[in-house]
T-cell receptor, first 113, second 110 residues
Framework: DAGVIQSPRHEVTEMGQEVTLRCKPI?????LFWYRQTMMRGLELLIY????????DSGMPEDRFSAKMPNASFSTLKIQPSEPRDSAVYFC???????????FGPGTRLTVL | GESVGLHLPTLSVQEGDNSIINCAYS??????FIWYKQESGKGPQFIID?????DKRQGQRVTVLLNKTVKHLSLQIAATQPGDSAVYFC?????????FGDGTTLTVKP
């Protein structure tokens, strides 16, 4: 079992650039979550999907952030344009359902200069 | 200017001692609770969970206690080992949405 796969593991970009983070959930899991972790605010839920459909995006900071899940095995989180305050570790997690245990990926460490 | 971040509670214990990590949750309607362990450079990892219809659940070396009256959750680790050093988060789940606590840093001294 490969677990949740995220890419890239590290991303360094300049302010104003578009950033795309990728996630492959555990096969058979129906729920997928995107989180952001910073020293200032801890672990925050950004958005989650059930069966590829976005259910709650109230945690998405602003319109610069968007997430998609075109199929059951792939999701993206896009930031356009990126800003230095977006620097954080972004985690993807998946679970059988949204009331089951979530399994986290290794995270993507994003640095926006 | 000076940056202000989360001031995580810390717990330092001697190897072999028992550890108790506490968490206060906010939503009395939350019906599912999970403890996660996060080691440096890794994602949170599931440790143990408990549903709201229970007040205690035991795993291997870990026990979770739930007190719904005061909205309090605790994680007990028996015979703490150096490998237990990490940040521990509690999460409350309601209507599919997880809310994480700020975390407690556990340091185990050999």
């Amino acid at each position: 079992d490969a677990g949740v796969i995220q890419s890239p593991r590290h991303e360094v970009t300049e302010m104003g650039q578009e950033v795309t983070l990728r996630c492959k959930p555990i096969s058979g899991h129906n729920s997928l979550f995107w989180y952001r972790q910073t020293m200032m605010r801890g672990l925050e839920l950004l958005i989650y999907f059930n069966n590829n459909v976005p259910i709650d995006d109230s945690g998405m900071p602003e319109d610069r952030f968007s997430a998609k899940m075109p199929n059951a095995s792939f999701s993206t989180l896009k930031i356009q344009p990126s800003e230095p305050r977006d620097s954080a570790v972004y985690f993807c997690a998946s679970s059988l359902s949204d009331t089951d245990t979530q399994y986290f990926g290794p995270g993507t460490r994003l640095t926006v200069l | 200017g000076e940056s202000v971040g989360l001031h995580l509670p810390t717990l330092s214990v001697q190897e072999g001692d028992n550890s108790i990590i506490n968490c206060a949750y906010s939503n009395s309607a939350s019906d599912y609770f999970i403890w996660y362990k996060q080691e440096s450079g890794k994602g949170p990892q599931f440790i143990i969970d408990i549903r709201s219809n229970m007040d205690k659940r035991q795993g291997q070396r870990v026990t979770v206690l739930l007190n719904k009256t005061v909205k309090h959750l605790s994680l007990q680790i028996a015979a703490t080992q150096p490998g237990d050093s990490a940040v521990y988060f509690c999460a409350e789940i309601f209507a599919g949405k997880s809310t994480f606590g700020d975390g407690t840093t556990l340091t185990v001294k050999p």
